[in-house]
């Protein structure tokens, strides 16, 4: 049944090709995400895999990893910590780089977001090439959470971002 959901969610996703630059075919999740049916089985699925496994805190990454990283949370009984671009959180932040395909790109998150120990949840929408979410691994490593997963919504298998997070379990609900 779960694998009859999960083709409805991935048919609920809009291709635009394109966008942002010729040549690409972006993968729309707002299509998706409007949906309320196809947003609540998406949170419901994703959540159950965690239900029992005691998370503390869900990590949302700018941006769409907000939507899904406090979805998560809320269902899960537990805390959302953002991760931003640099100079968007008001208080004391680590930050580190990641490669983008022409140049270089930051995130930050708040120095006391994270107790150590604290069992952690990363959540995006997202999982492309891996650089941004194995940056979010280097900060909450930094501050001594321990990471549970890395959860996101879709995943584009192609683009092979699962090799640069070797060191974690990774889970996508979608995957093209």
Same mark, same amino acid.
């Given at each position: 049944?779960?694998?009859?959901?999960?083709?409805?969610?991935?048919?609920?996703?809009?291709?635009?090709?394109?966008?942002? @630059?010729?040549?690409?075919?972006?993968?729309?999740?707002?299509?998706?995400?409007?949906?309320?049916? *196809?947003?609540?089985?998406?949170?419901? +699925?994703? *959540?159950?895999?965690?239900?029992?496994?005691?998370?503390?805190?869900?990590?949302?990454?700018?941006?769409?990893?907000? +939507?899904?990283?406090?979805? =998560?949370?809320?269902? =899960?009984?537990?805390?959302?910590?953002?991760?931003?671009?640099?100079?968007?959180?008001?208080?004391?932040?680590?930050?580190?780089?990641?490669?983008?395909?022409?140049?270089?790109?930051?995130? &930050?998150?708040?120095?006391?977001?994270?107790?150590?120990?604290?069992?952690?949840?990363?959540?995006?929408?997202?999982?492309?090439?891996?650089?941004?979410?194995?940056?979010?691994?280097?900060?909450?490593?930094?501050?001594?959470? &321990?990471?549970?997963?890395?959860?996101?919504?879709? &995943?584009? *298998?192609?683009? @092979?971002?699962? &090799?640069?997070?070797?060191?974690?379990?990774?889970?996508?609900?979608?995957?093209?």
């Amino acid at each position: 049944m779960e694998r009859g959901m999960i083709a409805e969610l991935k048919n609920r996703i809009r291709d635009i090709p394109d966008f942002p @630059k010729k040549g690409i075919l972006f993968k729309d999740i707002t299509t998706l995400l409007s949906d309320a049916k *196809s947003f609540r089985q998406a949170i419901d +699925i994703l *959540s159950h895999r965690y239900i029992g496994r005691h998370i503390d805190l869900v990590v949302g990454i700018e941006a769409r990893g907000f +939507i899904i990283g406090a979805a =998560l949370a809320y269902a =899960l009984n537990a805390g959302v910590i953002l991760i931003r671009k640099p100079g968007k959180l008001p208080y004391i932040t680590h930050k580190t780089a990641y490669e983008l395909e022409y140049g270089t790109n930051e995130i &930050e998150i708040h120095k006391d977001a994270i107790k150590p120990g604290q069992k952690i949840l990363i959540a995006d929408d997202l999982l492309a090439t891996g650089g941004t979410v194995h940056a979010a691994t280097r900060l909450v490593k930094e501050l001594k959470g &321990e990471i549970e997963e890395l959860a996101f919504l879709v &995943e584009l *298998s192609f683009l @092979k971002g699962r &090799e640069k997070l070797k060191d974690y379990g990774v889970y996508s609900l979608i995957q093209f």
